[in-house]
Structures are given as C-alpha cells and as structure tokens.
C-alpha cells in the first residue's frame, strides 16, 4: 500500500495570511491530484500535477509536484473564509497494476474572517 | 442534472441487517468506485469496476458486494452490518481506470449509521 502523509493535519489562520499544506510519499506517483471536499458533499478536484517539478496555479492556489513526483504542495496567498474545507491529495501510484487512487489523511483549513 | 448520484443520504439501520446502496453516473464513463471515509475524513478505496468488471478490490471484508447492472449503475450491497462500518460511502466515476491526467466525479456521499 502506497502512504500519502499530509501536513499539517488542521490549520487554523487569518484572512489575509498565506498557508502551504504538503504531501509527502516514498513512492513515485505518475500523477498527484489536490481535491477539496465541503461538509456534506463529496470531495471535488481542483488541480492534477503529472510532470516532475510541474507549478500549476488556480487564482490564489498554487500547486507543485516534486521533482521526483514523491512529493507536492498547495500554497493559498490571502486565504480568504471561502477557502475553508478539507483539502485532499491524492497520488496514482506509478509502479503498475491497479492500484487507483491514493489518499492522504486531509488538512482541515480553517479561514477565519 | 447530478453527474454521480447516490442513494440513499442518510441509512440507519441495526447491527445485523443488510443494506444497499446505489449509485449513478450520467457522465458516460467506464469506471466506477466505492470509498470509504471514516469518522476521520481519511478517503480509502473499497472497490472499482471498470467495464462492468471487478478491478480492485481491497481488503474490504466479503460481506460487501458491489454489483454492477450496467455501465451507468454500481451498487453497493452490506450484509451482517457491523458496528465499524458506521461511515460515509462515496461513489465516484471516471472515463478510464489509471490514467494519470482522469478526473474522479464524486456522488454527493451516503451517511451510514449502524446502531
């Protein structure tokens, strides 16, 4: 079984600061992929990251995957009480077969206004 | 209209009984999953099928079922409900199994509260 570890677990921060949340893995992935989820629904994708050392950004998020595609972030610049949730990665592990979908354990964000 | 659908939302039911729960997808893909969230909101697959057949299936006990009668459709069959299976079930769908680049649809989930 492939781990993803995310850190940290819960963050609590003002409006107007910056956050970054990591996933970490000894395993290469072909791909890692940040999805959100709101109470009571499901987990949403926001981005997919396949290319070693790859930035993508979406408005105020920006995300990177490693090098070594063992590894990625999400950086939020201004969060704002809209950006709170459960972020999610999620890694397809590269090594074969059909493993699917990877999850790690979450980063309860809290944005307080 | 809702991409991938599940029901029910909410299942409460006695330790014992056996239970199902469906779900949809309208999106025209080939594969759908079943997950579970636990009480800690860590997200782990049970199962997937891909063209209407078994791909994954986890070390998920047997007294779970997924059954699938078309493409469209994988439902999830539960029987002898035990205290632990108390959780939130989500399906999921996307166009192909394993592609790196694939986005998963997720159902809106299902809340099961064993007693």
């Known amino acids: 079984t492939q781990l993803l570890e995310q850190s940290p677990q819960f963050l609590s921060i003002q409006e107007g600061e910056n956050l970054t949340v990591y996933c970490n893995s000894s395993?290469?992935?072909?791909?890692l992929q940040w999805y959100r989820q709101e109470p009571g629904e499901g987990p949403v994708l926001l981005v997919t990251v396949v290319t070693g050392g790859e930035v993508k950004k979406l408005k105020r998020l920006t995300f990177q995957f490693g090098d070594a595609r063992k590894d990625s972030s999400l950086h939020i610049t201004a969060a704002q009480p809209g950006d709170t949730g459960l972020y999610l990665c999620a890694g397809l592990y590269s090594g074969g077969g059909a493993d699917g979908l990877t999850f790690g354990k979450g980063t309860h964000l809290i944005i307080q206004p | 209209d809702t991409a991938v659908s599940q029901t029910p939302k909410y299942l409460v039911t006695q330790m014992g009984n056996d239970k199902s729960i469906k779900c949809e997808q309208n999106l025209g893909h080939d594969t759908m999953y079943w997950y579970k969230q636990d009480s800690k909101k860590f997200l782990k697959i049970m199962f997937s099928y891909n063209n209407k057949e078994l791909i994954i299936n986890e070390t998920v006990p047997n007294r779970f079922s997924p059954k699938s009668p078309d493409k469209a459709h994988l439902n999830l069959h539960i029987n002898s409900l035990e205290l632990g299976d108390s959780a939130v079930y989500f399906c999921a769908s996307s166009q192909h199994l394993a592609v790196s680049t694939d986005t998963q649809y997720f159902g809106p989930g299902t809340r099961l509260t064993v007693l």
């Open positions: 395993s290469v992935f072909s791909s």
